[in-house]
T-cell receptor, first 113, second 111 residues
Framework: DADVTQTPRNRITKTGKRIMLECSQTKGHDRMYWYRQDPGLGLRLIYYSFDVKDINKGEISDGYSVSRQAQAKFSLSLESAIPNQTALYFC????????????FGPGTRLTVL | QKEVEQNSGPLSVPEGAIASLNCTYSDRGSQSFFWYRQYSGKSPELIMFIYSNGDKEDGRFTAQLNKASQYVSLLIRDSQPSDSATYLCAVPRRGNTPLVFGKGTRLSVIA
């Protein structure tokens, strides 16, 4: 079984809809991250969490919110989706003891019409 | 200067050649450096990490780190078409913060 899973893998929605992307991990890591990736723009950090009680904004948090329900679960919400949020979204985890290496989930391809 | 810079490419090399990918970083205090490979539409996967100045070899891959000049490079020997992907350089910021990723270099190995 995959160590980091994301659901759904693909989603098409309409402008204004609320969307939740979910991430679960079995690696036992404390740290979890959400990124979006757009062609030519690389990986951009949306939010990150270093433990269950810790939530931090990344470089592009506007229009997004997150919830860390447990050590193993970190969800990303788009309260009112807009077309420019169409992107590939990745969840990642890390353990500080690994020197910062991050392990990525398979990604969610989100299309907002 | 951006925190982590990479040439976006595409870098095209013939099959069997050496591919050389470069990355520069701005924080002189950075201690560890990571190279990820990402196939189109897939998630990044770690292929090399390096902490010390000099070279680190793993199979066909060699990471080279020069902290004085603030660059890290990845050499791929005997390049194969299956090496065609985007290669991301990642560097930790100081303090308790996430990795900073470069935008990646797209490599194309021509058979």
């Amino acid at each position: 079984d995959a160590d980091v899973t994301q659901t759904p893998r693909n989603r098409i929605t309409k402008t204004g809809k609320r969307i939740m992307l979910e991430c679960s991990q079995t690696k036992g890591h404390d740290r979890m991250y959400w990124y979006r990736q757009d062609p030519g723009l690389g990986l951009r950090l949306i939010y990150y969490s270093f433990d269950v009680k810790d939530i931090n904004k990344g470089e592009i948090s506007d229009g997004y919110s997150v919830s860390r329900q447990a050590q193993a679960k970190f969800s990303l919400s788009l309260e009112s989706a807009i077309p420019n949020q169409t992107a590939l979204y990745f969840c990642a985890t890390s353990d500080m003891g690994d020197g910062g290496e991050q392990f990525f989930g398979p990604g969610t391809r989100l299309t907002v019409l | 200067q951006k925190e982590v810079e990479q040439n976006s490419g595409p870098l095209s090399v013939p099959e069997g050649a050496i591919a050389s990918l470069n990355c520069t970083y701005s924080d002189r205090g950075s201690q560890s450096f990571f190279w990820y490979r990402q196939y189109s539409g897939k998630s990044p996967e770690l292929i090399m990490f390096i902490y010390s100045n000099g070279d680190k070899e793993d199979g066909r891959f060699t990471a080279q780190l020069n902290k004085a000049s603030q660059y890290v490079s990845l050499l791929i020997r005997d390049s194969q078409p299956s090496d065609s992907a985007t290669y991301l350089c990642a560097v930790p910021r100081r303090g308790n913060t996430p990795l900073v990723f470069g935008k990646g270099t797209r490599l194309s190995v021509i058979a």
